[in-house]
């Protein structure tokens, strides 16, 4: 069985993996804007440097209650604040849309963490652009997530799936598959499942998580 030390360590590749275009573009910037004596060009730099840095703040928030204990004291996180990560996660391609289905207010912090990693795969699947669907809802007080990539060309690894279905072997994991595993584990011990299904120009993420103690409806 994987370590949860291991785990940390393959989920803290994945960041700095994700982490490294953003920042380095940041240090580029600082170079040319140290040797740029042209007031156009040096205007241009910094707006890059703006964009560069709202993308690596956006990424690190994003990364924080995704993979983190980000969310607050409470066991429920308004649902505004995972669309609005997702929102920033897709902003820098504007092949993509985002459509949204999101019937409830709250969700819990397992769920939120689920809802999160589903998105960022359906994003990452859509290599040529395309439109992502992200809905939630709770009956009964069982929780139903789903994430719906659609696009000419959809790319998903099938270890990826494998992860998600908790059948990938533990000794093959990797930086790109540890998200899913983790994920798989999360809705594992909280009693719920996760899904995936693909067609040529179709990905549908899911995730059914049984009713949080105390909640309703």
């Known amino acids: 069985m994987t370590s949860s030390t291991d785990l940390a360590a393959l989920l803290c590749s994945r960041l700095c993996h994700d982490m490294l275009s953003p920042v380095g573009a940041l240090n580029n910037g600082l170079e040319l804007l140290a040797d740029e004596d042209d007031p156009e060009m040096r205007a241009r730099c910094i707006e890059l440097l703006e964009q560069s840095a709202q993308t690596t703040a956006m990424k690190l928030k994003f990364f924080r209650l995704a993979f983190g204990a980000a969310g607050g004291f409470g ?49 990452d699947s859509l290599v040529r652009g395309g439109t992502l669907l992200v809905g939630a809802e709770r009956s009964d007080g069982a929780t139903e ?19 998600l279905a908790g059948d990938l ?17 999360l809705a594992s011990e909280n009693g719920g499942e996760l899904r995936s299904a693909r067609a040529d120009e179709m990905l549908v993420l899911g995730a059914a998580l049984p009713p949080v103690p105390g909640m309703i409806g």
């Open 145 to 163: 997530i789903v994430i719906r990539a659609e696009g000419q060309k959809i790319a998903f690894d099938e270890s990826v799936g494998r992860a």
């Open 169 to 185: 072997p533990e000794s093959e994991l990797t930086g790109r598959t540890a998200p899913a595993h983790m994920i798989h584990l």
């Open 75 to 123: 066991e429920q996180v308004a649902v505004e604040e995972p669309k609005e990560l997702i929102e920033g996660l897709a902003s820098g391609n504007a092949r993509i849309s985002l459509a949204w289905a999101l019937e409830v207010n709250t969700l819990s912090k397992p769920a939120v963490k689920i809802l999160l990693n589903l998105a960022a795969i359906g994003l």
